[in-house]
């Protein structure tokens, strides 16, 4: 054994430099730009525009360091105790041999951000005008039925239901269930919406929840929610949380109630109040009956004084008519006195003046008119037939017809209808139309020659 020597193993040895780097570039193979959602401490903000902090939860905490460049992206300012989301590359700082995330991209994570969506969400409506006063529909004094759009199983619907029954019990409650917190409550709650105005049942619709943190209540503040709201023709009150909770769907709807008990007791009548005004109505219209009945009973004791008895009306009726009876034969016998003395008159005018003698001597006249008549037109005529067939034999000598027939033709072109006078105007290939004494050719021109 003493005459061999033991081979000492091999040592790799890394410098504190080269370990590091070997680190740093193990964490950045293996660690590709990571979201990581923390809290901020210890921030540094130097002069540099640079930023230093922590990320930390309840177990553990890295450091981190986002760069000039990409913290002039964001659109908040980071605080101690804020809740952000990161996006960043897992690194390591070789000088000091810090791990550390290099931010960059950050955004506020929880309620901040929601609360960031919410004012966004929130400006943009109003910019559309659905926060507008005058899109805010009347709540009925008095409703026939409502509808409450809510989660049957929730303390928010125990609530109204107790406010309602206590106030006015008479006034039916339909009830459209919904889920109220979730991913799909504001679809649910929109889907109901249209059901109440499709249905057209109520005429008028509570939405609410009882109170909860903002996530609790985030989906009232969904955008096609709104929409759904502000497009209803049933009036909406919404009830969401507590007083001093606003949500968007309390914006656009037509009353916002600070809770869904406010809301039922703004839409239901207190019941004492009524019945008190309807007994104070009551008493006057009774009253006013019986003064109406008294004065009706006054007037007709006035008018039972003024009229006759009807046999005595009768008898005045019958005196009236045979006074009637009396004058119209007077006037009948008068009139027609007067139309005899006047036929007389007339029948002695006619005697005078017979026309049996005139009436001769016209039909005479006549007749010699006739004849004179009769012999002119013959006359006229014959003259008026010479001058025509004179017109006739000049008209057919320079008529194109008796060119015609005389074997000669008229050539136009087929596309404009125009006379063609020369054979120079025609190119090979027209058209042309050929008019002969019978008939009209259409024809192609082959070849044309001028002279």
């Given at each position: 054994?003493?005459?061999?020597?033991?081979?000492?193993?091999?040592?790799?040895?890394?410098?504190?430099?080269?370990?590091?780097?070997?680190?740093?570039?193990?964490?950045?193979?293996?660690?590709?730009?990571?979201?990581?959602?923390?809290?901020?401490?210890n921030?540094?903000?130097?002069?540099?525009?640079?930023?230093?902090?922590?990320?930390?939860?309840?177990?553990?905490?890295?450091?981190?360091?986002?760069?000039?460049?990409?913290?002039?992206?964001?659109?908040?300012?980071?605080?101690n105790?804020?809740?952000?989301?990161?996006?960043?590359?897992?690194?390591?700082?070789?000088?000091?041999?810090?791990?550390?995330?290099?931010?960059?991209?950050?955004?506020?994570?929880?309620?901040?951000?929601?609360?960031?969506?919410?004012?966004a969400?929130?400006?943009?409506?109003?910019?559309?005008?659905?926060?507008?006063?005058?899109?805010?529909?009347?709540?009925?004094?008095?409703?026939?039925?409502?509808?409450?759009?809510?989660?049957?199983?929730?303390?928010?619907?125990?609530?109204?239901?107790?406010?309602?029954?206590?106030?006015?019990?008479?006034?039916?409650?339909?009830?459209?269930?919904?889920?109220?917190?979730?991913?799909?409550?504001?679809?649910q709650?929109?889907?109901?919406?249209?059901?109440?105005?499709?249905?057209?049942?109520?005429?008028?619709?509570?939405?609410g929840?009882?109170?909860?943190?903002?996530?609790?209540?985030?989906?009232?503040?969904?955008?096609?929610?709104?929409?759904?709201?502000?497009?209803?023709?049933?009036?909406?009150?919404?009830?969401?949380?507590?007083?001093?909770?606003?949500?968007?769907?309390?914006?656009?709807?037509?009353?916002?109630?600070?809770?869904?008990?406010a809301?039922?007791?703004?839409?239901?009548?207190d019941?004492?109040?009524?019945?008190?005004?309807?007994?104070?109505?009551?008493?006057?219209?009774?009253?006013?009956?019986?003064?109406?009945?008294?004065?009706?009973?006054?007037?007709?004791?006035?008018?039972?004084?003024?009229?006759?008895?009807?046999?005595?009306?009768?008898?005045?009726?019958?005196?009236?008519?045979?006074?009637?009876?009396?004058?119209?034969?007077?006037?009948?016998?008068?009139?027609?006195?007067?139309?005899?003395?006047?036929?007389?008159?007339?029948?002695?005018?006619?005697?005078?003046?017979?026309?049996?003698?005139?009436?001769?001597?016209?039909?005479?006249?006549?007749?010699?008119?006739k004849?004179?008549?009769?012999?002119?037109?013959?006359?006229?005529?014959?003259?008026?037939?010479?001058?025509?067939?004179?017109?006739?034999?000049?008209?057919?000598?320079?008529?194109?017809?008796?060119?015609?027939?005389?074997?000669?033709?008229?050539?136009?072109?087929?596309?404009?209808?125009?006379?063609i006078?020369?054979?120079?105007?025609?190119?090979?290939?027209?058209?042309?139309?050929?008019?002969?004494?019978?008939?009209?050719?259409?024809?192609?021109?082959?070849?044309?020659?001028?002279?």
């Amino acid at each position: 054994m003493d005459d061999y020597e033991i081979e000492q193993p091999q040592r790799e040895i890394f410098s504190v430099s080269q370990l590091t780097s070997g680190v740093r570039q193990t964490l950045e193979q293996n660690f590709p730009l990571t979201w990581v959602e923390g809290e901020i401490s210890n921030l540094a903000t130097p002069a540099s525009g640079h930023i230093y902090f922590s990320l930390k939860d309840p177990n553990a905490q890295v450091r981190c360091a986002m760069f000039k460049m990409r913290r002039r992206l964001l659109d908040f300012e980071p605080e101690n105790g804020m809740q952000v989301l990161v996006r960043a590359k897992v690194g390591l700082y070789e000088a000091r041999g810090d791990f550390q995330l290099i931010i960059e991209h950050m955004e506020e994570a929880g309620d901040g951000a929601m609360r960031r969506e919410y004012e966004a969400l929130k400006r943009r409506l109003r910019d559309e005008g659905l926060f507008e006063s005058k899109h805010k529909q009347a709540i009925p004094r008095l409703p026939t039925q409502i509808g409450i759009i809510t989660s049957p199983t929730g303390a928010a619907i125990h609530d109204m239901l107790t406010v309602l029954k206590r106030r006015f019990p008479s006034i039916p409650v339909l009830i459209y269930p919904v889920p109220v917190q979730g991913d799909v409550a504001a679809k649910q709650i929109s889907k109901m919406i249209h059901l109440a105005n499709t249905r057209n049942e109520c005429d008028v619709l509570i939405i609410g929840r009882g109170g909860g943190s903002l996530e609790d209540l985030w989906a009232f503040n969904n955008e096609h929610l709104a929409h759904t709201i502000f497009k209803s023709e049933i009036p909406i009150v919404s009830a969401v949380g507590h007083e001093v909770d606003f949500s968007i769907a309390d914006f656009v709807a037509d009353v916002r109630a600070p809770t869904p008990s406010a809301a039922a007791e703004l839409l239901s009548p207190d019941r004492n109040e009524w019945l008190q005004k309807l007994r104070s109505i009551n008493g006057r219209l009774i009253s006013s009956m019986q003064n109406r009945l008294s004065q009706n009973a006054q007037r007709l004791d006035w008018l039972a004084q003024r009229v006759s008895s009807p046999q005595q009306r009768l008898e005045r009726a019958t005196l009236r008519t045979k006074e009637l009876q009396q004058r119209l034969f007077l006037a009948q016998k008068n009139q027609l006195q007067q139309h005899r003395n006047q036929l007389h008159v007339l029948q002695s005018s006619l005697l005078r003046h017979a026309p049996q003698q005139r009436i001769a001597a016209y039909q005479q006249q006549s007749t010699l008119l006739k004849n004179r008549l009769v012999q002119s037109m013959q006359s006229t005529l014959q003259r008026q037939n010479e001058r025509l067939s004179l017109l006739i034999n000049t008209l057919d000598a320079v008529s194109p017809l008796a060119t015609l027939g005389r074997g000669y033709s008229i050539t136009r072109c087929a596309e404009t209808g125009e006379l063609i006078r020369d054979a120079a105007a025609i190119k090979k290939g027209m058209l042309v139309e050929t008019r002969l004494e019978k008939g009209r050719l259409l024809c192609r021109v082959e070849k044309s020659q001028s002279k």
